[in-house]
């Protein structure tokens, strides 16, 4: 495609439940980011792939978070027992090497 | 999640005004980016900066990256409707890693 997709659009789950969250980066870019925004704020830093590998995990905020990206190409940030704090909007984006990052629409995520 | 500051906050401006908002960090930065960002969209690059000093527009944009590398400016001049939105800085952190640390954002509203 164009441009970074992701899917779904919406999510709406139950709390402790699991949600899996996908990206499709631009075709080639190698690099690949994944932010949390939450109402109000700007993008916060999760997880930064470059090709299989996950270069900086720093920003996941705990061990319910995992990323994966097996191919170097579609991403699956994936969210166990999930809780209310985690609703927020996931955004995806990738770049080619460290040049400009293109952003997704993004996944809104509410957790009841 | 770490954030840099934006101000202001939010603005209510008339059609045809100029705009200046700025982002300041107490750390570092080599590169600066600005971002526009509509409802239900990801966040769309404006402007890109990599040098101390640097001056740069696109448009009726232009941004400034400062010289002390902690902060940067975001000027906006003869406002149109379309210029509605949430604006963000970026910065590009010197850790190592390439990671976008985002400002809180600054949400502007023209008044036709």
């Known amino acids: 495609g164009a441009g970074v997709s992701q899917t779904p659009s919406n999510k709406v789950t139950e709390k402790g439940k699991y949600v899996e969250l996908r990206c499709d980066p631009i075709?080639?870019?190698?690099?690949l980011y994944w932010y949390r925004q939450s109402l109000g704020q700007g993008p916060e830093f999760l997880i930064y792939?470059?090709?299989?590998?996950?270069?900086?995990d720093s920003g996941l905020p705990n061990d319910r978070f995992f990323a994966v990206r097996p191919e170097g190409s579609v991403s699956t940030l994936k969210i166990q027992r999930t809780e209310r704090g985690d609703s927020a909007v996931y955004l995806c984006?990738?770049?080619?090497?460290?040049?400009?990052?293109?952003f997704g629409p993004g996944t809104r995520l509410t957790v009841l | 999640g770490q954030q840099l500051n934006q101000s202001p906050q939010s603005m209510f401006i008339q059609e045809g005004e100029d705009v200046s908002m700025n982002c300041t960090s107490s750390?570092?930065?080599?590169?600066w980016l600005w971002y526009k960002q509509d409802p239900g969209e990801g966040p769309v690059l404006l402007i890109a900066?990599?040098?101390?000093?640097e001056l740069t527009s696109n448009g009726r944009l232009t941004a400034q990256f400062g010289i002390t590398r902690k902060d940067s400016f975001l000027n906006i001049s003869a406002s149109i409707p379309s210029d509605v939105g949430i604006y963000f800085c970026?910065?590009?952190?010197?850790?190592?890693?390439?990671?976008?640390?985002f400002g809180t954002g600054t949400r502007l509203k023209v008044l036709a």
């Open positions: 075709s080639g870019h190698t690099a």
């Open positions: 970026a910065g590009l952190t010197t850790s190592g890693t390439y990671k976008y640390i």
């Open positions: 750390s570092i930065f080599n590169t």
């Open positions: 792939f470059q090709g299989t590998g996950a270069a900086d």
């Open positions: 984006a990738s770049s080619h090497g460290t040049d400009t990052q293109y």
């Open positions: 900066l990599y040098k101390a000093g």
